[in-house]
Every structure is written in structure tokens, then in C-alpha cells.
């Protein structure tokens, strides 16, 4: 043991008093919408909000559209990076700036015109306005890209001398050197597609296609004065992404800096 | 073969590329076209020129909107720099519960706008929620949270007997609530980077420093700070941004048509929203949103020109 230094002690005391504070104020709106939920009618609160309005209906929708986004993403993405980072062809570097300018301009910005262009194909209150256009991500094709550019290029001569293909070598060797990134892609797109609420909101419209943001937002108009009902709707929507937070919490949070910090 | 070779880069950039250009490219140009013309729930009525942008200036509401969008920024963006900046600087180095404190502060990131904003509503609630219970308790007066127009400054001066009005009556309370959820919820996110930051600094300069007999203060004003200054500027541009989009916690925590008491809350993404989608104005809301992107573009140009100069790249 070292000798304990009563200025670092304190310095050390002073840290934790702080963050301990800060702690609580992160944590206690979590607590209290907890307890709310069980006042007066305990974990039949649950029950009730569950079956007042099909939440079962929107989870499913949640998870239906988060699995087909997120794997769309995957393939369109992996693709496309594997075309950016490691072939020569004309027009490259032009198509890279235009998918990374689209990066620039916020959603809200073109949200009307997507409307329009939706009604056009007819795809207005379908799963397919949920889905299709969120089937690739710039920015997780950047990610990728950048990943893909520091595997070494002799392997690739090697494997084409070896009979691989193009398709073949992304697949057998490209994507498994690539898993960490491959998860923060994953995990990114989960997070933004579980949690995506202005987009389905617009372009649904019927009880039966309504994710869970939209559904939990007009539970809250309708039922705005039964807060045990509310809290706990709250608490079962955000369940599944703090479980999942928690058990990859360490990935998550590298993920979230790692898109933060660009080299 | 050849022909297979000379084409195959595009086959696989195409499925990406199809999505781009019909879901981002062609909307992106579309608001800006649409932004010239009338264009309704009947359809498209031609070119108008000018006259959306004119309809702007003057519109009440949109001004309205601009300003709440401009307190909200000036509200969330430095708190959501100094907060995090500060927690970050207390996580640093080898810390006991250093990974627990920051799942906690990290939870608020990773959970729904729309589950956050439903759980502060009832907070904030004036009659029953637990904010002014706790006020109330401690022998305060209860406060009307995300239902009071008045400004902040108006609230805190009137009883000096000073009456601030307009622009000097500040931000509402509702609008000062919407703020503090906002950097409730980034906290996490900026404290993350700011540690991520903190962390790539050469350990040698605070050796170096500390052989000099530089103080707390005189470390971080001639080490932390201008180190970091690649970090303050990302979560700088970062939360600017984000703050110009807010949209679901207006929408959750004061719902339509209002924009909150008195239209208080009324941000510029907020107000789109209502003319796209409640009138089915596309061409007025295309204005409105080109005006929005202009003023994020020339917001992180002018960023980078001070940053530029400021910005200590080690």
C-alpha cells in the first residue's frame, strides 16, 4: 500500500462528491419513472398501458423495421465501402463526396420533399417507407471504408493468385478482419433506427404500422393526466435498449467516440 | 471479362447509390426547388420566385421561431460544452468507479427522445409532479415548468420591480425546460468525447508543467485547454447542430398545434414541421427549411474560420 496522501484524499473525495452528484441527476428521472409506474396499481400498470393501445404491435414493428434497416445497411454499406476503398474506376471520388455531402444537410431539412417523393411511389403508410430508405447509411459507409483501406493490399494479391474473387474475398477475408467495426455499425443503426421518431411519424399514419416512439408519443396526447400508465409505457420502451446498452456498454460508448474523433 | 471488369465497382456501389439518390440527393434538391414554388395539399401550382421567402419576413410566427431557435443554441450549446468539459476533467486518469459513472451518465444517450420527453412532462408536471413537490417542500413557490410563457428574466427581475419586455424578457420558463433536458440528455455523449480528448494528451506536458510549478489553473489554461481545442470544436459544431434539430422534445413535451404556451416553444424545426405536415405547405416549409440549412452551412463555416485560427492541432 502506498502511503495515502491526505491532499490527494481530498482532491480524490472532492471528485467523487461531484460526480456522484452529477451521478444523481442522471440517474433519478430513470428511478422516478420507475416508481411512478408502480404506484396505486403496481405492475398492473404495466398490464393496463400494454393492452390499452397494441404496444405489442409496436414493438414488433420496431423490431421488424430495426432487423431489415440494419441489414440493408449492412450489405448496401459493406459494398459500397469495399468499392471506395479498394478499386479504381471512374467517377470514384466524386460518388464518395456526393454520398458524404448528403451527410451535411440535416434530416429535418428534406423531410417535405421525401414526403413527396414517397406519395409518388405510393409507399405512403407502408413498411417499405420505413424501411427502404434507411437501407444504407453514409456514414457507416465512411466508417467501413476507412477500415477497409489499412488491410493490407498484398493480401488481396495473394488471394486473387489463389483463385478468390472480388465477392469472395470481401466476404472470406475483408469482413471478418472487420468485425469491430462491423459491430459499431450494427450497433449504431439499432440505436438510431429503434429510437427514429419524426421520420415514422410522417409517413405512417395507421395504428397497425405505428413504431414504438410513435405509438408512446400518442399514448402520451391520449392518456396525458395517467402518469402510472405513462411511466410505465416509458419503462418498458426504453427496457430493451438499456439492456442492451448494458451489456454492451463498453462497445457502445467506443463506438460513440470513435464516430466523434476522426483521425 | 473486360466488360465485367470495367463495370463490376459499380454494381457494388449501386444499391447504396440508388438509396442516396432517391432518399437524400433528390429530396436535398428538391427542398430548394420546392422552395420556389406553390406547392399545396391540391399539388403543384408553379413557380412563384421569391414570394415563400418574402412570406417569411414577414410572418410573426416564423420570427417567433428563429428566436426561440437562437435562445435554445445560446441556452444548450455552452452548458453542453461546460458541463460535460468539467465532468470529464473529474473522470480523468485512474479513477475508482470510473466505468460506472460513465454507464450512468451514458444512459440518457442511448434512451428514445420520445420515452425522455414523456418522463419529464411528468416531472415538470405543475400539480402533481415530483419537481415541485420538492420545491414545495422546501418552502418554495411551485412553478408552471413547461406551461409558462413568461420569459426567465421577466420572471426573475419583476420582483425588483423591473418589467423586461420582448426580447429582453428572455427565453420562457417552458423554453428554459425544454433546454435543461436537452443537456441533461447530451451530457453523457459530451463527456465521453471530452474524456476521449482529455486522454490523447502526452502525459509529458503535465510532468513538464509540474516541474515548472504550474498551478491547477495555469495547467489548464496553457495545456488542457488549447490540447483539447480539436475536441472543444468538434462538440462545439456538434451540439450546434443538434440543438438546430430539436424536434422531438418540443413535439412530445409540448405538443401541437401550440409550439408550447404562447407558441414559446416554437423552434424553426418545430414550425416546418406544422407547415409541411399539419397544411400540407411544401412549398412555404421548403423555404423555411433552406433558410434553416443556410444558417447551419454558415454557422460551421464561421466556426472553422475562428476555430481555424484557434484550434491547436498537436
Known sequence: MMPVNPKTAAMSITKHFFLILGGIVMLLPFLWMVNTSLQQGGLGNYVEAWTKVPFGTYFLNTLFVTLLTVAGVLVTASLAAYSFATMKYRGRNFLFLLFLSTMMVPQPVYLAPSYVILAKLGWINTYMALIIPWTTNVFSIFLLRQHFKTIPRTLYEAAILDGCGRLKYLWKVVLPLSKPVIVTVILFNIIGSWNSFMWPLVVTHSENLRVLQVGLSYFNQEQSSNFELLMAASTFSTIPLVILFLFVQKRIVASYTRSGIKD | ?314
Open chain 2, 1 to 314: 471479362m473486360k466488360i465485367r471488369t470495367k463495370l463490376g465497382p459499380y454494381f457494388y456501389i449501386l444499391p447504396a447509390l440508388i438509396v442516396v439518390l432517391v432518399f437524400r440527393t433528390l429530396p436535398i434538391l428538391s427542398s430548394f426547388t420546392a422552395s420556389f414554388t406553390d406547392y399545396d395539399i391540391g399539388g403543384f401550382h408553379g413557380f412563384v420566385g421569391f414570394a415563400n421567402y418574402a412570406r417569411m419576413l414577414s410572418d410573426a410566427r416564423f420570427w417567433q421561431s428563429v428566436l426561440n431557435t437562437v435562445f435554445f443554441v445560446l441556452g444548450v450549446v455552452p452548458a453542453g460544452l461546460l458541463i460535460p468539459l468539467f465532468l470529464a476533467m473529474l473522470l480523468r486518469r485512474k479513477l475508482a468507479g470510473k466505468s460506472f459513472y460513465r454507464t450512468i451518465y451514458f444512459l440518457p444517450v442511448v434512451t428514445s427522445a420520445v420515452a425522455i420527453s414523456v418522463v419529464w412532462t411528468w416531472l415538470y408536471n405543475p400539480e402533481a409532479g415530483p419537481i415541485n413537490q420538492i420545491i414545495t417542500a422546501l418552502g418554495g413557490e411551485p412553478l408552471l415548468w413547461l406551461r409558462e410563457p413568461r420569459g426567465i428574466f421577466e420572471m426573475m427581475l419583476s420582483p425588483l420591480g423591473i418589467h423586461p419586455k420582448g426580447v429582453l424578457a428572455g427565453p420562457s420558463l417552458a423554453l428554459v425546460s425544454l433546454m435543461i433536458v436537452s443537456v441533461w440528455k447530451s451530457t453523457g455523449y459530451n463527456t465521453v468525447l471530452f474524456l476521449a480528448g482529455l486522454e490523447n494528451i502526452d502525459e509529458s506536458y503535465y510532468e513538464a508543467a509540474k516541474l515548472d510549478g504550474a498551478g491547477v489553473w495555469g495547467t489548464f489554461r496553457h495545456i488542457t485547454w488549447p490540447l483539447l481545442s480539436p475536441t472543444t470544436y468538434y462538440v462545439l459544431i456538434m451540439s450546434t447542430i443538434v440543438s438546430f434539430k430539436t424536434f422531438a422534445l418540443v413535439y412530445v413535451m409540448t405538443p401541437p398545434p401550440g409550439g408550447g404556451p404562447l407558441g414559446t416553444t416554437n423552434v424553426m424545426v418545430f414550425y416546418l414541421f406544422q407547415k409541411a405536415f399539419d397544411r400540407f405547405d411544401i412549398g412555404y416549409a421548403s423555404a423555411i427549411s433552406v433558410f434553416l440549412f443556410l444558417i447551419l452551412l454558415s454557422l460551421t463555416i464561421v466556426q472553422r474560420r475562428i476555430a481555424g485560427k484557434r484550434v491547436y492541432y498537436s
